[in-house]
């Protein structure tokens, strides 16, 4: 930065005030606020808004990202428009070009901090990510025991569930809260994704190739089980309901069907 | 380039690029009009016959309607879906693949089905469900399971859950024809008039007014992928739709 | 900066050697023995009586006619002569060199196999324009059919032909919007090169991805592609003759790209003028080389992907096929191989014109130079290492997520970079609000935006739910259209002048302007919505609670239309009768801007000599 106009070299101090004295500098930090107020809002208002029902544990942790990203990224998104908000105040009209601005070519103090802080935030949403897939695999070996477990048989463009413990088929998703559950998928063809929406999990069903994944129901309520995967003419009605019910309703539903409680 | 100044008028140029913009729209809107018509349901829908009598179950009334549908080669009928050619030698669902049901009513489909075939991919689909009291009726005698190595296509209907119309899922297996040293199961026209054919019925109930599709779960795209493409992949062969209305 | 330059006319007279064969070669005789080939191919490999039944004896055939009709039309045009003559001992005489090069040929030269780069670049821009009309419009008959819940506006076939075909047009289009046009016509020039590399080579890369084209149509009449652009296997192998299409435009255009990328590095390693060290080098040569030296590792990856795909469907080789030990994730992994890189491939560019616009409107140097380097280089280099993040849910090798997410979120920090650089640049100027200008606030939003819900993604449990979802469309839309096609408009808009010798019509280019960036965030806030509600993506008909969201959407795309037909009209007028540019109407300090329109055959008269990088503005400088 030039400072041959200034006669003094300031301190430090001196300069920070300064620097705060600027109005382009004011007015940036506003529409920082300002933006910074925006996305935590979008962050604790909407997101929840938007998706559904919570109804099972990854559910809930895939809801607290959504909400925590936001609000962390909010004051970098909310520098970054900041700064372009009052570029956009500060516009040059006209069919010439503007007056020579200050001929900064860099800042290396700006760039290094620019790049540790990116790099803090970054590593924030990784150590969290880290922590959430830990607890995620953690919960399956620890639960395996009780768990139910639900074979779930994509074909062309129909979903099956199989309860092998209790001996029964079904092409509603029916599971118990509270307890548990194991899904193995799988695929009778091409790739389909498995996805029971308010449970907040999901996984590609293979040929000949076993995918599991698990949760646990939270909440009483219907489920929707859609398709992720693009699988062909009727991908988009590759859908089907379920229910996470009271167990005394679960073991009922499986003796109509004809199996036995396990 | 003789000029330094636009060649052209403000007002011509604005009038210029309206005109484009509209024709622009234009283009597009006959283009995406081209395509809906190409892609739009090339067979006339099937309505169900709706008759005088009604029914009780469950304590509740429902009027009663009924379908005919037959599975064989349909020359005269052959679906023509998109880009694709009529392919004559596809089997399929007919007189139509689009089936108008009345809401609220319990609906008797009756199927002449005449082909062959090999197992199912997923055996699941050898069960009967979603009919009234989980069975159908094979020439005269009521099952409700067809073993996965004896089915030759299936009726399978289903549709995207919603707040806005019920559930309907049915699926109903149909039983194999053995096929003759001739090979002359299979009638080309005129569904139940030739050749050794099956006739299944089965009954369900609708409920309000919705948008459903169906499709087969037997593979019968031999030579494809998990026999799911050709026929099982064009739609209006072993696919359609259902509209309760 | 300083350049010696003769801005002189000059005169050449014009080749005619007119025994030559190569005069006699254009488009036409092209399309001839192109479909001339197709025809004798399909004729030999026809299925005869005994194998009519079969799906692969239908795809080897059709296969065979499509890759041999842009065998057939290149050897129509001319494009092996060179090589040809080699074969035989010679070479192509001076005369007909410069005859290829197409000086003197008026408008014919576009329908040749021309040497020239700026007819390249032009041959590429238009066809790039086609391309996005032609994408804009399917996506426009998408959005007609989601409009209401049910989807009966379009059959589902139809639709998922129309998602795979607006998915590969776009994509294909989105890869060489930037370095197509831009990096053809003006790069050479800005390193003070008189033409690429490789000429010959340059012509082959635009006349290869032009055959891929009616290759690409032909779908439509084949039965279409069900497999979205994605042609995930095993879906790709159980599809129809559609499907051929597909298999043999990637086999196609990735011969273009390699070709292209390798004559670009190499022309901007070899051919720069004297004196333009690396770091006096324009930034978006640079952004635009990084991008075309990814595209050469990570295409093969794509087209073997796609070879695996022919010969499982012609030779039943089960390369995806469980049932016979293959692998639908052996697919997964080639492609995204390819995948990841692909969309840096096609953001690097975009963003890297913005920093050449933006010292240009705010008259001081871009800042931090070398910022700008690290960012491009480390999103390249990290995006070779991420593709598996598409595979989160695949379950392919659960425990694998962890790493991959790494990875993929520590491009945040090179992505950053890239941000403080224009944010820099544009601190303390006033910015001229130009057109291009405005692409450049345009884009500091949508990749925010698309920056930050690619972070969302990045994160296994959320991914968990988003995967697959309506989410992840509009935040790939909001990269790849809301930053990269933004910057490649606005780099239109700045090197308009110096393509056409005319200004482009600034009151029509600022309401299409407003038009694609208002309707931009409203189709895309519906999407981000409909996927946070749940809704998978590519599906023909959705339930009624996506009724509000989808609505909004389709709202939106009809505003992204009309606007980008108000920018093609303004592209149109403006090319016929804009406004006389000056010579350098911005005021820029690159080389391309001290040359006149027309640019001379070679560019320069007289070879530049570089003394400093382009960026001295501001005052002290």
Redesign the interface.
Known sequence: MSNHDEELTPTPGQRAINLFRRTDVQRALLFTILWTAVFVILGLYFYPKWMPEVMSVDMKSMERIMIGFTIISAPIAGLVLGIATQAITNRHKGDTPPPDGPAVRTNGPIVAVWTVVSGIFCLIAIVWGIVEVNTMANAATTEAGTAVHVQVIGSQWVWSFKYPDQGVESDKLMLPINRPVVFDVISEDVNHSFWPVQLGVKVDANRLQTTVIHTVPTKLGNIDVKCAELCGLYHAYMETSGKVMTTDDFNNWITTNGGHVA | METTTSTTSSSKRLISALVFVVLGVAIVGVVGFTLHTLSADPQKPLYATKSADTIEIDGKSYPKASAVLGVYPDKATAAKYGFTANRHDYVQYGPSTHLVLPAHTYVTITIHAYDSGEHLNNPYFGKVVGTIGGTINVDGVDVNNIPSDNVEHTFTLHGIPSTSQDPLFVNVPLPQVKQDDKGNNIPTNDPGTQGAGHTVTFSFLTGSAGDYVWNCEYPCGDGTYAKFGAAMSAYGYMSGKVTVA | MTTLHNTSTHSRPIPNPSKSLITKLNMGTGLVVGVIFAFAAYYAFRPNADTA????QQNKALLAAMLFWSVGFLIGIGAFIGPFRWLIGKDLTAEEQLYLAGDGQGVKRYFKYCTDHKVVGIQYLVGVMAMLAVGG?MA??IR?SLAV???H???????????GMHGITMIVAMIIVATGPFGNYIMPIMIGARDMAFPRLNALSWWVLFTAIPVLCSA?????I???W?A?A??S????PGMNAFVATILIFAVSTAVAGMNVTSTVVAMRAKGMKWNRVPIFVVGATMSVALAIPAFPTFMLAMVQTATDRVFNTGFY???VGG???LYAHLFWIMGHPEVYVILLPGIAILMEIAP????????????AIMGFAGIAGLSVLVWAHHMY???WT?TL??PF??TT??I??PT??L??VM??T????????KLPMLGL?AV??NL?IGG?TG??L?????D??L???MFVTAHFHYTLMGAALTGAVAGLAYWFPKMT?RML?EP?GYTAFWFTQIGFQVLFLGMF?AG???Q??????????YKYSNMISTGGAYLV??GF??L???V??SWR????APQNP??AKTLEWTVPYPVPLENFDEAPIITSDP???????
Do not use: C
């Open positions: 039944g079969f799906y692969n419009g426009m008959m007609t819940p049910g989807g506006f379009i059959g589902a076939s139809v639709y998922n032909s129309l998602v439509w009449f084949l039965g279409g069900p497999t979205g994605t995930y095993p879906l192998v159980q599809a129809g096929d469980a049932n692998s639908g994730w240009v409107f705010v008259r001081k140097p871009l800042f931090s130079y070398n910022a849910i695949s379950g659960p997520n962890g997410m790494v979120e520590m945040s920090v950053g970079l941000f403080l944010l820099g544009i601190w303390r100027g006033k910015p001229w609000m606030f500091i939003w925010l930050i972070i969302y990045s994160d296994v449990p959320a968990n739910y995967h697959g979802s010798g019509n029509a919505i946070a509600e749940g998978p993506r590519r599906v023909v008909s959705f339930a009624a609670m239309g009309i037909i108000i093609l009209w303004a149109i007028h009768k804009g406004d006389i911005w005021g960026y001295g503005y501001g005052k002290g400088n």
